[in-house]
């Protein structure tokens, strides 16, 4: 049986869905680190769900390639720079969880590359389209920017970066949903970064009535976002958030069915 919300919860809470386990991934980026810095070359470590097979091209050069437990490879990725020393786990745990699986070998990703940039959560203005001379798309945060080629996520600060390419049918939704990821492990200071949307609009009602609508949502990069009942409810909660970010409810807790009283 499926609850419909019967109106919007009016709590100082927001929503946001679980972030995607990355407790393997983590401990397998660990036990790479440990083994390249201790002179190997190469080193495997599976996850639930794929392998990790890392190389050291010397001390700030490291490629880790993500294929399936079927032998198929997804991504490859190279750090660069200081980020080689740092953690991507967010980048590769999405990468598992996004990646298209049983494809034919040579397929390349079918994706648009707006529609990758206009899906993505980490931009400073969502609404800008950073479309460059070239073709390709610029998201940038604060600390970090990254450019969208085809079948390829580029992403650089001063210090470093994450390049992935991407092997097989990747769609614009789980290329966005990695490109995120990636930027969050390159700038942490731009997790969340808040806007409001404009309140104060006016429409016309069924019956043909001039209405105002003062309601305004908060959205952060996070992928957190609050219906305000007027903007400065917006703003009051983005603040909210920002200083308690791990505070949040997921959409199916917040649409539990209300108890009557
Ligand atoms: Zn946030």
Known sequence: MTTEPAHAPVERHGYR??????HHEKAAL????????????????????????ARSYGPRHWRVAVH?????RVALAVLHGDQAA???????????????????????????????????????????????????????????????????LDATTTRGGIR????GPWGYREAAA?????????????????????GGRYYYNESGSRCYDSSSWAHCSCDWHYPGSDQSDARWTAKWHRQHPDAYRTPEEAYAPQRTI
Request: net charge positive.
């Open 17 to 22: 869905a679980r972030p995607t386990p990355r």
């Open 30 to 53: 660990a036990a790479i680190a440990q083994a390249l810095s201790t002179g190997a070359r190469e080193h495997h470590v599976a996850v639930p769900g794929g392998t990790f097979t």
């Open 68 to 72: 399936r437990p079927t032998g198929q």
């Open 86 to 152: 740092a953690s991507a786990a967010r980048t590769v745990a999405e990468v598992i969880r996004r990646a298209p699986t049983g494809f034919a070998d040579g397929a390349r990703p079918t994706y648009d590359l707006v529609s990758v940039g206009e899906n993505m959560v980490m931009r400073r203005n969502r609404a800008y389209r950073s479309l460059r001379a070239d073709g390709t798309v610029r998201a940038a945060v604060p600390g970090a920017q990254l450019i969208i080629r085809p079948s390829v």
């Open 164 to 167: 992935l390419t991407l092997d």
């Open 178 to 198: 990695v490109a995120d990821a990636v930027l969050r492990d390159l700038a942490p200071e731009a997790r969340h970064l808040t806007y409001t949307t404009g």
